[in-house]
Nanobody
């Protein structure tokens, strides 16, 4: 069984930075994609960023140029560096990995950006 443990959320002022981490453990074979989603109160969960096994990345338009996704394959960990944070970035951020056997979600970490 694969488990994801997220860390790095918190409260930050607008313009500040946070770095989220998501470490995967368990029976991990062939991760094809790692990524981050977020969900603000009353809204649907949305994609923030993906990184593929080829290291190709994909970002939501709303975070391009401000967020950077990266991965450490040796540690089965994915990171999300968030700079120039805005109040509209406030949400619960969820990590997801896609394996050959299916997808696995983290428990979520709260990010709150004050104006």
């Amino acid at each position: 069984q694969v488990q994801l443990v997220e860390s790095g959320g918190g409260l930050v002022q607008a313009g500040g930075s946070l770095r989220l981490s998501c470490a995967a453990s368990g029976s991990i074979f062939s991760i094809s994609r790692m990524g981050w989603y977020r969900q603000a109160p009353g809204l649907q969960r949305e994609v923030v960023a993906f990184i593929y096994s080829t290291d190709r990345t994909l970002y939501a338009d709303s975070v391009k140029g401000r967020f950077t996704i990266s991965r450490d394959n040796a540690k089965n960990t994915v990171y999300l560096q968030m700079n120039s944070l805005k109040p509209e970035d406030t949400a619960v951020y969820y990590c997801q990995i896609v394996l050959s056997s299916g997808s696995v979600w983290g428990q979520g970490t709260q990010v709150t950006v004050s104006s």
